[in-house]
Structure formats: C-alpha cells, structure tokens
C-alpha cells in the first residue's frame, strides 16, 4: 500500500505543479493530497515537499493552517490572473465559457483573499 500512495503522491505533486500554470486546474488541493499521501508512504518526501523553493511556501500556510503570507498571496493572484486573462483573450472563443473563466478568477480570488495572512517575513 506504502507504494501506491507513494505513487499517487508523485501524481498529485504533477497535477498540482500543471496547476500552477494552467487554468482550472487545482494546485493546492493536489499538493495538500501529496502531503497526506508522502505523510503515510515516505515521510522524508513530505519534508521535501513542505521545503521545497517554489511549492513549499505555497503549502505550507494551507497544511499548518499559520496562512498565507502577503507575498504567496499576491504571486498566487498574480500568475491565476495572467494565466486566466491570457486564456481569456486568446485561446477561449465562447462568450459564456469566457465569463465563467472569469467568475472562477474571481471566486479563487476572494478564497485567497479571505485566508489568514501571515503577516512574518518568512514566505
């Protein structure tokens, strides 16, 4: 069993990576998976994981619920909105698909937002 989560953690880190760059796609969810799937197949990966450079900031306020600090919060809007704004303009076509795109910004967004800030100057 220690070896299928420790696959579907790998799975969950991809997806959750994929999720960074594309829209609609979940980032946190996954790698809050990975976390709990490292956690009962390899807990020195799930160390990784949680100190890792580009990832490890992004969950680490989710998992150990400190929140998220004012510089995770404005990269995350910032790369979600350029990503969406770029599908917007140029890939989506379909009036209706464009303004659910934006309302699912807009709902992500306002879940950010309303997250606890952690005010330190650690990420």
Request: hydrophobic fraction near 60%.
């Amino acid at each position: 069993m220690k070896r299928l989560f420790f696959v579907l953690a790998w799975l969950c880190v991809a997806l959750g990576f994929l999720g960074v760059f594309l829209p609609l796609l979940p980032t946190t969810p996954f790698l809050l998976l990975a976390l709990f799937l490292f956690a009962r197949s390899s807990p020195r990966w799930r160390i990784a994981l949680m100190k890792h450079r580009l990832l490890g900031p992004y969950i680490r306020g989710y998992a150990s619920n400190e929140g998220l600090s004012v510089r995770t919060k404005a990269t995350t809007l910032a790369v979600m909105w350029a990503a969406m704004l770029f599908s917007v303009v140029f890939i989506v076509r379909t009036p209706w698909l464009r303004i659910l795109l934006l309302a699912i910004a807009v709902g992500v967004s306002v879940h950010i937002l309303l997250k606890k800030t952690r005010r330190s100057g650690r990420s």
